[in-house]
């Protein structure tokens, strides 16, 4: 039976009522793993992935096994299925670093529509490295989806990084959606003094660049273009973005059908409501757990 089998495994590892046995403790594993347990398949993934216990890295063999353990682990074992999760993403990032960027969004489509942050994360930057110095507006679309996504999925010491954040705000500003960029900015912004300096420094400039374009947005009219030197501007009032000559101009840029402010002044609300209900359940949580 497997769960005697994994027993077995930790008395032989342990050296508990047994002789402690290196080749004891993996021929029992391997023994629960035929017979589906996912600890076991998980434990042999894990080997392949980080090279142990014999074991070379092979991430193909890695994927096979975690992938079992999380099929074998879905209905029981949360804990086992959140480490075959994570160890998956790894996978994938090994995948990503070596530029096998297909195999690595094959890997982390699934977990990501499972609402995995941590693949939502990985896939949005899969996505941006798989075009870089190519022009693809729909693959910004599709990273800034799952940088979005990421940013509202991760919590703890994870989501306080700000990485799906700054993630998100890079792709805003490539589709020059700049209302939620200066959201997603104003977050990273609070992240720099919990980071690594190489990491802040590429962040800083980031944000530079972004203000860069924000003032830039000032000193002209978002509906007819005219440079303003000097004269009264109007703001959006919903995301103080870009600025108007009247509200005729306004108008003209909000119904725009290319271009237009429409959808990215309102998606910048969606995001602050958002924000404002994950806080709020995050703050009821803590509550609740003392």
């Known amino acids: 039976h497997p769960w005697a089998q994994m027993h077995l495994m930790d008395y032989y590892w342990e050296g508990k009522w047994v002789r402690q046995s290196l080749s004891e403790f993996l021929h029992w594993n391997c023994q629960a793993a035929k017979r589906g347990h996912p600890a076991a398949l998980r434990n042999i993934g894990k080997w392949f992935l980080h090279g142990e216990l014999g074991c070379p890295v092979d991430l193909h063999q890695a994927q096979e096994y975690l992938e079992a353990g999380l099929k074998a682990s879905k209905t029981s074992f949360a804990d086992c299925y959140a480490s075959c999760q994570e160890d998956l993403v790894e996978v994938a990032k090994r995948h990503c ?6 195999k690595a969004k094959a890997i982390l489509l699934p977990l990501a529509e499972g609402g ?3 693949a939502q994360k990985a896939l949005g930057v ?3 490295r798989d075009c870089e110095g190519a022009a693809r507006p729909n693959a910004s679309s599709s990273a800034l989806f799952w940088f979005s ?8 010491e994870e989501a306080a990084l700000g990485n799906a954040e700054q993630g998100a705000m890079y792709c ?3 589709l020059y959606k700049y209302a939620q960029a200066k959201f997603w900015g104003r977050i990273v912004k609070k992240t720099l003094r919990i980071i690594n300096i190489e990491a802040r420094i590429t962040r800083v400039k980031e944000l530079v660049n972004l203000q860069r374009e924000l003032r830039s947005l000032r000193d002209i009219c978002g509906g007819c273009g005219a440079e303003f030197e000097g004269k009264e501007r109007k703001f959006c009032r919903a995301c103080r973005a870009y600025c108007y000559c009247s509200r005729e101009c306004q108008k003209m840029h909000w119904n725009r059908k290319k271009g237009g402010h429409r959808e990215d002044c309102k998606g910048a609300s969606e995001l ?5 209900e994950k806080k709020k359940a995050e703050a009821i949580k803590a509550s ?3």
Do not use: D, P
């Not at 996504?149 to 703890?156: N, P, V």
């Not at 602050?272 to 404002?276: A, F, I, S, V």
């Open 97 to 102: 670093a070596a530029n096998s960027f297909e």
């Open 116 to 118: 995995v942050g941590k």
């Open 288 to 290: 609740e757990s003392k």
């Open 172 to 174: 805003c500003g490539v």
């Open 272 to 276: 602050k409501q958002k924000m404002k």
């Open 149 to 156: 996504s990421a940013a509202f999925a991760l919590t703890g």
């Open 126 to 128: 899969a996505i941006i």
